[in-house]
DNA sequence: GCAAAAGTGTTTGGGTTACACCCATGC
DNA sequence: GCATGGGTGTAACCCAAACACTTTTGC
């Protein structure tokens, strides 16, 4: 990471972003691969420096759309970290966050101006990441975990319009385990989040599945009344 | 806060931390008085700078011990609070950290070098703070409000030895309901993470109570095998 | 005896689990 | 017809909720 525009940025504290995707069952993180800099040609998660008039949540949306065109995501932060050896090169601290995106609708990303490359890779498949890249794509993983089964995020990896298998799947794979799909069915739609579309599912060599959506308004609504998400 | 030691601090980080006690039946976090600098004679909570060759969890636990002579608590990170203007007088993000303490095995808190004063307060009767430190005290209580429901922590708010109704008033206090104190008692008990003791209240108008203890080693081996603490 | 909290018992009903089974569609 | 996934039905069981009731102790 090349420092420029040394009076409008901090020094010491940057921005990185896990973000993730869904696709075929798989959970994917999109990494980018230096363009220049000590980790030229390696892997890395997408990030950069904070404007000093900007706080952390602006600067990792303006770092996504600007690295990756990404704009307008599910965005959270994660947490700072900040092991004294964690950045060979000085002392920096970085501020974690972590995306969700509807994959579909983000093709032909490409790469920003210190990237040589942008591409997606499944999480269960990622080895080693620049500095401690992996470690914050852990705690990510960890935090999605907690987080879906308390909150209805889910939604913001799939397409607009999907069926309660594929959001079944989506679970299994995040959690890890398998589920019971009469169980799974009757459980998400007995919360009333979403609502069954006229459409159907279209070649698919089976009968088709009706398609949902989900409500964030109707949400709303169950939460300020007590609703407690749990799965 | 006057910065001192230029060479060996970050400029620009700070560490900020929400320390929560509880004290008949009431939930209670640690103010400073600063002694000095913009914010003279006004309240906050206990922080500081940030040496270039310790992590934020160093800092904070080091901060604690100075501000307070508080050492070997629950400390955890809450998140990185970085509005541009959140601090008047230059750029400075800080880290948010939580801490839970035993409140009678620290009596006779002093100030620190930057303080002029240290006491309690009640969270409920909390008002205006300095800087951004009413926010962060916020995220400090929702976020102990969601843990305390997903891991056995409130016991570090209590004495080694407890009764249940001890433990139930406190969930009671901190997630703001009454519960049923037969159903606590089973639900609780059926966990298999507490201890009867042979021992009992002492000096209580009324029918002495079992003083339980928190067994974290069963707790971790439970862990083990895959048990959820739920609440 | 009375107050106050400790502690036990019991009924009820909702919800999860596990699994059987029928439906629709493409090949 | 058969494979694949869509979708419904149901019995068993667990467990939380609600509340009645007994026990122990100090005054």
Redesign the interface.
Known sequence: MAKQYEATI????TIDCVIFGFNQGALEVLLVKHADGISKDKWGLPGGW?F??????AAANRLLLELTGIKDVYLE????F???DRFPVS?V?T?GYYALIKKQDWTGLKPGATASEVAWFKVSEVETLIYDHRHILGVGLRRLRRRIKQEPIGFNLLPEKFTLLQLMHLYEEILGYEMDKPNFRRKILRMNLLTALDEKQKDVSHRAATLYKFNPETYQKLLEKGFNFEF
Chains 1, 2 share one sequence.
Request: glycine fraction near 0%; avoid cysteine; charge should be negative.
């Open positions: 901090l020094d010491s504290i904070i000093t008039d900007e706080s952390t949540d932060q994660l947490r700072a900040s092991e004294p002392r601290i501020v």
